[in-house]
T-cell receptor, first 114, second 114 residues
């Protein structure tokens, strides 16, 4: 029979607008989070990370916000460009990093309209 | 730095054949991870090594899958016998063992079992 794949949430934005991609995590013991960008045909590429003792971290055009109370992570991309079109994954390391296991979320497809 | 190097980039094989995927981690990285990505299940951790020793293989789907890391610069993931449901993109990633730093992914091997 026909297989049913994951239906990635899709965020469509206009070039130049700001993008906000959200992620919910499940393990309250996780203390390290990473956002990855995956372009078609490539492996996930590190964007920015944040530890659980922080609630905000900024990089170049990107900001990650962490709300531990509701176990929510967001990635903000300023002045979105066509090159930002990709699938974005949040990932967490549970149990304080002792296990080294990086667990990925489902992913969000960002489509930038010119 | 050439990054994490995976080979082959693409592999097409017939059901029942043995498949071997290869990975060269970044020099100096002492943790290595094998992930599988499918539309159905997203990015799944199969197994990881610390200092060439397998630490957690709970993600390996079944006994047909095996992984080795004979030295710090090389790892293999073998599927024997292969089945059509093994078709996926297989990623290798590496990281340094100290601290909580981002993982670096290879470009992946796209496996198609017909």
């Amino acid at each position: 029979g026909e297989s049913v794949g994951l239906h990635l949430p899709t965020l469509s934005v206009q070039e130049g607008d700001n993008s906000i991609i959200n992620c919910a995590y499940s393990n309250s013991a996780s203390d390290y989070f990473i956002w990855y960008k995956q372009e078609s045909g490539k492996g996930p590429q590190f964007i920015i990370d944040i530890r659980s003792n922080m609630d905000k971290r900024q990089g170049q055009r990107v900001t990650v916000l962490l709300n531990k109370t509701v176990k929510h992570l967001s990635l903000q991309i300023a002045a979105t460009q066509p090159g930002d079109s990709a699938v974005y994954f949040c990932a967490e390391i549970p149990y304080g990093g002792a296990t080294n296991k990086l667990i990925f979320g489902t992913g969000t497809l960002l489509a930038v309209q010119p | 730095d050439a990054g994490v190097i995976q080979s082959p980039r693409h592999e097409v094989t017939e059901m029942g054949q043995e498949v071997t995927l290869r990975c060269k981690p970044i020099s100096g990285h002492n943790s290595l991870f094998w992930y599988r990505q499918t539309m159905m299940r997203g990015l799944e951790l199969l197994i990881y090594f610390n200092n060439n020793v397998p630490i957690d293989d709970s993600g390996m789907p079944e006994d047909r899958f095996s992984a080795k890391m004979p030295n710090a610069s090389f790892s293999t993931l073998k599927i024997q016998p292969s089945e059509p449901r093994d078709s996926a993109v297989y990623f290798c990633a590496s990281r340094t063992g100290t601290g909580l730093y981002g993982y670096t992914f290879g470009s992946g091997t796209r496996l198609t079992v017909v």
